[in-house]
């Protein structure tokens, strides 16, 4: 299985990108099935933080409460591709965002409710750089 990330850039403070993840090495089926899709970033000094999820079977979604309704994740299921719209950028979502792909029903959370760093695979990582 490989993930793929696009989109990452340079943008502006208040500016958008949308970030995509391929999925390849899954059949169809498996994909919206058994999988959930998780977007996680690492600053740099810090460590790698879960910032949405979406389970492909029924559409259920989580997001982190620092991006929720800047940051929306939805699913192309047919093409095993999932999003990340990033609006209303702040400096502070500076990371490498990184796809990540789980067989779970349920992600695995930490104590606080976060999503842990647990996953079947990762993609590669898309830097996003947020000026100021």
């Known amino acids: 299985v490989q993930l793929v990330e696009s989109g990452g850039g340079l943008v502006q403070a208040g500016g958008s990108l949308r970030l995509s993840c391929a999925a390849s090495g899954l059949t169809s089926d498996d994909f919206v099935e058994n999988y959930a899709i998780g977007w996680f970033r690492q600053a740099p000094g810090k460590e790698r933080e879960g910032v949405s999820i979406?389970?492909?079977?029924?559409?259920?979604?989580w997001y982190a409460n620092s991006i929720k309704d800047r940051f929306a994740i939805s699913g192309d299921n047919a093409k095993r591709t999932v999003y990340l719209q990033m609006d209303s950028l702040k400096a502070e979502d500076t990371a490498v965002y990184y796809c990540a792909a789980r067989y779970t029903s349920r992600w695995p959370e930490d104590g606080r409710g976060n999503p842990m760093n647990l996953a079947s695979f990762w993609g590669q990582g898309t830097q996003v750089t947020v000026s100021p």
């Open positions: 979406i389970y492909n079977s029924d559409g259920r979604t």
